[in-house]
């Protein structure tokens, strides 16, 4: 049943987003814009998402070994069967799949593996907010965006501050999780405080201070990689936009899927693409970029991401003989 609401309520999203970002839009328009895309350039932009994820495979294997040694190629195949579940599932559960499917692989509790992933949303959103300064210092942008930068900075401040609590006061937080969930059975009480403990170990890489400059550096590549895509698709249609644009566009569409929605963050990956590329202006405020090469481009981009990621994910999900409704579901072993 619970399965179910988050199914319909992803749905839900997606449905609002598309309308969204598809209202008003002139369809005759996107589809000669389409026909007219240099499409030589899809390559190098995949290339670069490829990059990223390579980076993002390596970062999660830094953040486990105050764990277990984790080998790249696993960390690897477990972030593109995350990818992948995250484009055919709905409300981000491809976070838990690429946790599970790391536990199954290489041993590693799996509430513990999904706790690094928390850990590793923070860091990007420190990376990300980087560059939001950087880009509010160099470039003057309307109320909206400023204000979707003050709204992820103080998300990204309270995520912090939790985590910091977990992590040095972990006999504090520990007793009161114990408070918690005292209204439940012996039995589940003690399953409930096994698992909490076990996802507290995935906070150790907080502890260590070398481990955290070194995530943080790659949390920059990560999204560096990211913006190098952005910047071949701003060739792909020929934009004359400054190249800081590839810059805004990593911030605006990543803090945009990070909104739990359906299925490959349809809807919310269009509206963050279509409204970041329609910031840019003229002195007298009109957008250097017309909504329906806006759509056009959200359209595109997100295809080039979406085929080929999905794709690869299911061949990495056989290649580890690896169940994904096991996953969804927490079968079998769930510590």
Known sequence: MKRHVITVLGFLITGFALWWAFRGIHYREVVDILGDVRYIWAAPIFGATLLSIWIRAYRWKVMLEPMVDVPLSKAYSSTMIGFMANNILPMRLGEVVRAYALGRSVGVSKSAAFATIVVERAFDLVALLLFLGVLLLRYS??????????????????????????????????RLFSFCIRVFPGGIRHKLDDLFE????????????????????????????MAMSFFFANLTFGLDLPIISSLVMTVVCALG???????????????????GLMLFKTPDRIPLVSEEVAISYAIFYHAIQFVPLTLLGFYHLWREKFSLTSAVEGDGDSE
């Open 257 to 275: 899927v990070m909104v739990p929605s359906g299925p490959g963050f349809v809807g919310t990956f269009e509206v963050a693409a279509k409204y």
């Open 198 to 225: 076990k996802f507290l170990d995935g906070f150790e890489v907080l502890s260590r201070g070398h481990h955290v400059l070194k995530v943080m550096w790659l949390s920059i590549l990560v999204w560096l990689s």
């Open 141 to 174: 942008f309307d109320a909206r965006f400023k204000t979707l930068g003050y709204i992820a900075l103080m998300g990204c401040v309270v995520m912090f501050l939790v985590m910091a609590l977990a992590q040095w006061k972990r006999d504090l937080v520990r």
